[in-house]
């Protein structure tokens, strides 16, 4: 093997292998100036939405928002005017009465709030670096390019071979987290580590709402609560602020309905729509996904919720410096109803700072100290979805009508000698091997294979980039060659090494666990859609393993080795991707 990685059967790979420091270095080059020229920065005049079969370019609904903003105002104004307006107002209170509790901001409202401002921002902007890498938003589940109801670079180049890979675009690291391009192993660990603080975070919120009397405060009990919304509303557009008490003694009924949504709704929706994208869950329980529509529109959801959370929080400033910035900031830091300091407003710019600092120092670490930060991910995010995810089989199988019309190439395409002679001869003298710790080390042609069992099955491929599609796959049952080859006891895992090589040069590999590999549904696949395993897609022989994302299904297979243990092998961390991009091993979302 070339290109630094482990021969197989040498464990280590010894001094073949280059340090963790030289594969960043590689990394942190190839994602800041690889193809800069080729492919876009993220700016808002290569975002276009689709209306009909026309794309139009977003800038043209800033004109629309602020006209319509406008319009809003006069028409608020004008029925303020009214009489039946000034009777809405009078007869819905913005600010209601009741129920009644003590006034005052805990402090446990505080930290929780202020981890969760911290956490977002985090989340939020590694967010948008995982989109980045497939900048195309569908509503459909099949991800064809030029049916995106949203994208952020240009349409798909149809005079040569695009891959999903060559369609990520560029993020400046002071929008994206670690900014660059094709970071997504990097930006997943981040997003996944602080969705666990953030899902922790607000399961203390909600808890402690409960136990205490703030549900009086956040929770609406009365549906006059929603003409009362409609009221402050009509105040708030009409330029005319509703006279308010402040948050320290209670909220406005728009206040606490949007806080309310933002919570109980919008939050639990964030991590469902986030779960939809597991391909161990997905390929499970198709129903689960088919709760938001399917897949695609599960992200759209997900993506929609992130532009409302930060809708929300501009939003939520602006009032909070409308009714009285020093007063309302010195409830929320400090819990107290008082204007005579400024104590508020310096640590609110003080959480700022912090904030900020925090996120220049994980940009850095993680360009400096990336193995560390994938270790700790696996540690912790890798084991969690392990416990989550890993004892579902899957079982998910589509019909022929629900196959893809498109499905994006990725990797790639072999171009050693080797493989174009056993191609241009037709594959006839093409021999897998499996070897390793087995009991029968085998050499099977093209032909060995299909004169085996075949299987056909209609599954959804889940890729790491964000898009999806579904296809017919045929071929050999991996449980039959487990059987065939007899794998000894203490043999776990398989290696699986490809004719093609990875983006950093030298050949591709990717591990499984002998417990995916013995799933119903994982396939040694000579087959696509009726028809023989496209060239772009792995031929002559990829796997199939349904509950895992597509990076581990090994295109163009030359051979599978049984080993006891994948860290013994090339960069240790399980893979090719794993290896130089940083991926979670087990990352099954």
């Known amino acids: 093997m070339s290109g630094g990685v482990a021969e197989p059967n040498s464990p280590n790979g010894g001094s073949r292998n280059p340090s963790d420091a030289q594969v960043e270095q590689d990394f942190r080059h190839q994602a800041l100036q690889g193809g800069a020229d080729a492919h876009p920065r993220f700016g808002l005049r290569e975002v276009h939405f689709r209306l009909g079969r026309r794309f139009i ?158 549900y009086l405060k956040l929770v609406p009990t009365q549906l006059s609560i929603l003409p009362a919304a409609g009221s402050c509303v009509v105040q708030y557009a009409a330029l005319h602020l509703p006279a308010a008490p402040g948050g320290y003694f209670r909220f406005d009924a728009l206040q606490q309905l949007s806080y309310f949504v933002i919570v109980f709704v919008f939050g639990p929706l964030a991590i469902l729509t986030g779960l939809a994208m597991s391909p161990a869950l997905d390929n499970r329980f198709k129903g689960y996904q088919r709760l938001f529509g399917n897949r695609q529109f599960a992200r759209s959801l997900h993506f929609l919720v992130m ?6 929080f501009a939003v939520h400033v602006l009032i909070v410096a409308a009714t009285g910035f020093s ?130 099955q209609i599954t959804m491929h889940n890729c790491i980039q964000g898009w999806s599609a579904i296809g017919k796959w045929g071929g050999l049952p991996f449980a039959d060659l487990i059987e065939l080859a007899k794998p000894q006891p203490e043999a776990q895992w398989a290696m699986f090494y490809s004719f093609g090589e990875g983006g950093e040069g030298g050949e591709y590999y990717d591990s499984h666990s002998m417990h995916d590999l013995r799933h119903p549904q994982s396939l040694l696949a000579y087959e696509m859609n009726g028809e023989p395993l496209p060239i772009l897609h792995g031929s002559p022989l990829r796997l199939r393993v349904e509950n895992q994302l597509g990076f581990k299904h090994v295109k163009w297979i030359r051979e599978i080795e049984f080993v006891h243990d994948f860290r013994d092998y090339g960069l240790g961390q399980g893979g090719y991707n794993e290896d130089h991009e940083f991926y979670g091993y087990r990352d099954e979302i």
């Not at 532009?307 to 929300?312: A, E, I, L, Q, T």
């Not at 995010?381 to 994006?408: C, K, N, Q, T």
Request: aromatic share 14%; net charge neutral; charged share 20%.
């Open 307 to 312: 532009v409302v959370f930060v809708g929300f």
């Open 327 to 456: 007063k309302n900031l010195e409830g929320i830091t400090l819990g107290l109803d008082r204007s005579t300091t400024l104590d508020g407003v310096a640590l609110f710019l003080l959480a700022l700072a912090l904030t900020a600092a925090f996120n220049i120092w994980a940009i850095r670490f993680s360009w400096t100290h990336t193995r560390v930060l994938q270790r700790i991910s696996n540690a912790t995010v890798g084991r969690g979805m392990d416990l989550l995810f890993d004892h579902y089989a899957p079982r998910a199988e589509y019909s022929e009508e629900d196959i893809s019309p498109y499905f994006w190439p990725n990797g790639l395409v072999p171009t050693s000698d080797e493989w174009k002679a056993l191609k241009d001869g037709d594959w006839r003298d093409y021999r897998l091997k499996v070897s390793g710790l087995v009991e029968h080390p085998l050499e099977l042609s093209l032909e060995d294979i299909k004169a085996m069992a075949k299987q056909d």
């Open 57 to 214: 370019a977003v800038w043209w609904l800033l004109p629309a928002l602020v006209m319509g903003a406008v319009l809003f105002i006069v028409a608020a104004k004008i029925f303020i005017g009214t009489g039946a307006g000034r009777s809405f107002i009078n007869a819905h209170r913005c600010v209601q009465s009741r129920p009644r509790f003590a006034p005052g901001i805990s402090a446990w409202v505080i930290i929780t709030h202020a981890a969760n401002f911290f956490f977002m921002v985090m989340i939020v902007r590694a967010g948008w670096q995982i989109l980045a890498d497939h900048p195309r938003l569908y509503l459909k589940v099949h991800s064809t390019p030029g049916r995106e109801w949203l994208r952020f670079r240009g349409p798909v180049p149809e005079d040569r071979v695009w891959t999903a890979k060559d369609d990520a675009i560029m993020l400046s690291p002071l929008f994206g987290m670690p900014g660059g391009r094709h970071t997504i192993g990097v930006a997943r660990h981040w997003h996944f580590i602080f969705d666990i603080l953030f899902v922790v975070n607000g399961v203390v919120f909600i808890v402690f709402t409960f136990v205490t009397d703030h």
